[in-house]
């Protein structure tokens, strides 16, 4: 009987403790219920808030949608947590440009301080980078301005040169069908200037809406007329004084934009081996990176001379031959004379230790002193004749002879050339 009552004991304490365990589940469960309905309520409260605040914002912005360009703002006395560009930067810039705030005082006797901003090029927009620097230079005019200068920045936008130009060569073949040879430089400045006053404004939108603090009055297009005739005069002194020189350079001419571009505006590109690449004007890609081998029969008729070149068709400009003065298979040579197979004219067998290397192709190099860079400064070196072989079409010339008129590319695989052993490098 003890034991039965035991175990019925044993039982009653196992409910109350499971009961007990249900009860404080329940209890668990409650408090994380209220505790999840606690953090619901204050994240609808912050939304709500959020909200609110858009709305104030919403409502500021379209009263300042109103006020008169150049008025002064109403300013808000109410604080927002967040920042909102769209009302804080609202309607200031037009009223500090209408009071004049950035321009300087003719008249002034507090010491000056100017600077010109870097105009970016009228065919592009600003980024990052024009944003950054921008801001420093904004920073220290308005410091210096704050510190008493009499301040001047200069705003003003470049003519990008080559990027105009061919922005609008194509807006006008695309329009009317024309290029700029068609209508005459005079009319071609004017479709430019043009183009500049409907598209170029976007720079200054852009800068207006950074709040760069310069003098929009003093603007300036660096192809404008007064910017122009400052160029040309000053060219034109300093050529008169003695610190500048004209001379015939080698210039990197583009033959679609019939224009000389820098060096800065042409990219080169390493040819492994023989490439086939697509030029402009040619129907099928043009072969590049295939060493060819030709031979100069020497003036005397006692041999000749083989040289090697990736540029066959420049050998209408050749105006020496080099070789190095260590060379022992050419010095035989040297001081002597070959016979070009084309125009007939004498060419010397020159001794050259800086441009040729021994080792490369047969050890003697064809110089072409209007047509390579290198070549151009062994010319220089030794008096050679520069002869360009080639029109602003890039095809051949006069000095081409019975090749006159053909494209540069494909005089280069001419039989008359006297090709022989091609090599793939």
Not at 5 to 14: Q, R, S, T
Not at 28 to 48: D, F, I, L, V
Not at 175 to 180: A, F, H, P, S
Not at 331 to 351: A, C, E, N
Request: aromatic letters at 8%; hydrophobic letters at 40%.
């Amino acid at each position: 009987k003890a034991a039965k009552l035991a175990e019925k004991e044993a039982k009653k304490a196992k409910a109350a403790a499971k009961a007990a365990a249900a009860a404080a589940a329940a209890a668990s469960n409650a408090a994380a219920a209220g505790g999840s309905e606690k953090k619901a309520n204050k994240k609808a409260e912050a939304e709500a808030k959020k909200a609110a605040e858009a709305a104030d914002v919403a409502r500021i912005v379209d009263q300042l949608a109103a006020v008169a360009k150049g008025d002064k703002k109403p300013v808000n006395k109410v604080m927002f947590k967040a920042y909102h560009p769209k009302m804080v930067e609202a309607v200031w810039y037009d009223w500090w440009e209408k009071c004049g705030f950035f321009k300087p005082d003719p008249d002034s006797k507090r010491p000056p301080f100017t600077i010109v901003i870097p105009p970016p090029n009228v065919t592009g927009a600003l980024h990052i980078g024009h944003a950054l620097t921008n801001a420093v230079q904004d920073t220290i005019v308005r410091w210096r301005r704050m510190s008493g200068y009499n301040t001047l920045w200069v705003p003003g936008t470049d003519h990008a040169g080559i990027a105009t130009q061919s922005v609008v060569e194509k807006k006008l073949q695309r329009e009317r069908g024309v290029t700029r040879h068609d209508l005459g430089r005079e009319v071609f400045l004017q479709e430019v200037f043009k183009w500049v006053d409907e598209y170029g404004g976007r720079i200054c939108s852009q800068l207006r809406r950074m709040g760069s603090s310069v003098d929009w009055d003093r603007c300036v297009f660096t192809m404008d007329e007064r910017r122009s005739v400052a160029v040309l005069e000053a060219f034109v002194r300093m050529y008169e004084s003695g610190c500048i020189y004209r001379d015939n350079r080698l210039v990197n001419w583009d033959v679609r934009l019939r224009t000389a571009v820098s060096d800065i505006e042409v990219d080169y590109i390493d040819i492994p081996g023989r490439t086939l690449i697509n030029v402009p004007g040619y129907d099928q890609p043009v072969e590049f990176g295939v060493l060819t081998s030709f031979a100069y029969p020497l003036e005397d008729d006692s041999g000749e001379i083989v040289v090697a070149t990736t540029r066959p068709e420049t050998m209408l400009g050749d105006t020496a031959v080099a070789v190095h003065p260590q060379d022992e298979r050419y010095k035989h040579l040297h001081g002597k004379f070959i016979v070009h197979p084309v125009s007939r004219r004498r060419i010397p067998i020159i001794t050259d230790a800086e441009l040729v290397d021994m080792t490369f192709g047969t050890g003697a190099v064809k110089i072409t002193p209007a047509h390579d860079p290198n070549d151009f400064q062994v010319g220089k070196r030794h008096g050679l004749e520069f002869i360009n072989i080639l029109d602003d079409d890039g095809n051949i010339n006069d000095n081409g002879w019975e090749f006159k008129g053909q494209p540069r590319f494909k005089v280069g695989g001419h039989p008359g050339l006297k090709h022989k052993v091609p090599v793939c490098r």
